[in-house]
């Protein structure tokens, strides 16, 4: 079946760094596009980041371009995120999400990255 | 910047119907948009419900389904069950650099 499992948050402190990674199973990764997707405490789902099956293009939410760096490995079935300059407002649950159809059809169950000092 | 629209909360009694939208502040919702909608319970991670504007995945129950209405992207529960209590988001495509917006959630209560 159908597995994305997300590892790395952490607390960290304002400015800090920060590397989240997504590690898939259960279908052929270097087929399918992917995304991540965060989730402020108590707020709606924000879309952050989507990278193209091969690796290109890449896209970026405004709120996090310039900071974060999505990449794949495609021989470890894996996805990451990394993250710089971090900030309290990037605070959240960070969900990789497998994409299919412009939508996303499986989610992880979501690391908790927390930005305060 | 894009806003994507949903009714902040609606209340459905069991065995009711109830329909949820999803406006675009560029105007009407299309099928280009490729409409999709997912659940989310408290504590939970989302699930997909809804691809390209009226598709099920595998796992969607009969009850849920997606259409446009009025110009916008609407999803509907038919015969609700107190297990479709939650928070309800749409997602919306518009390509260019930043291809995907979330509505901000419908908080769907059943009492």
């Known amino acids: 079946q159908v597995q994305l499992v997300e590892s790395g948050g952490d607390l960290v402190k304002p400015g800090g760094s920060l590397r989240l990674s997504c590690a898939t199973s259960?279908?052929?990764?270097?087929?399918?596009?992917m995304s991540w997707i965060r989730q402020a405490p108590g707020k709606g789902l924000e879309w952050l980041s989507y990278?193209?099956?091969?690796?290109?293009?890449?896209y970026y939410a405004d709120s996090v371009k310039g900071r974060f760096t999505i990449s794949r490995d495609n021989a470890k079935n894996s996805l990451y995120l990394q993250m710089n300059s971090l900030r309290a407002e990037d605070t959240g649950v960070y969900y990789c999400?497998?994409?299919?159809?412009?939508?996303?059809?499986?989610w992880g169950q979501g690391t908790l990255v927390t930005v305060s000092s | 910047q894009t806003v994507v629209t949903q009714e902040p909360s609606l209340t459905v009694s069991p065995g009711g119907t109830v329909t949820l939208t999803c406006a675009s502040s560029?105007?009407?919702?299309?099928?280009?948009?490729?409409p999709s909608w997912f659940q989310q319970k408290p504590g939970q991670a989302p699930r997909a419900l809804i691809y390209?504007?009226?598709n099920k995945h595998s796992w969607t129950p009969a009850r849920f389904s997606g259409s446009l209405l009025g110009g916008k992207a609407a999803l509907t529960l038919s015969g609700v069950q107190p297990e479709d209590e939650a928070e309800y988001y749409c997602?919306?495509?518009?390509?260019?650099?930043?291809?995907?917006?979330f509505g901000g959630g419908t908080k769907l209560t059943v009492l």
């Open positions: 999400a497998r994409d299919r159809s412009w939508s996303d059809d499986y």
């Open positions: 990278i193209n099956s091969g690796g290109n293009p890449t």
């Open positions: 997602l919306l495509f518009y390509g260019g650099p930043q291809p995907w917006v």
């Open positions: 560029t105007g009407a919702v299309t099928s280009g948009y490729y």
């Open positions: 390209t504007t009226s």
């Open positions: 259960g279908f052929t990764f270097s087929d399918y596009h």
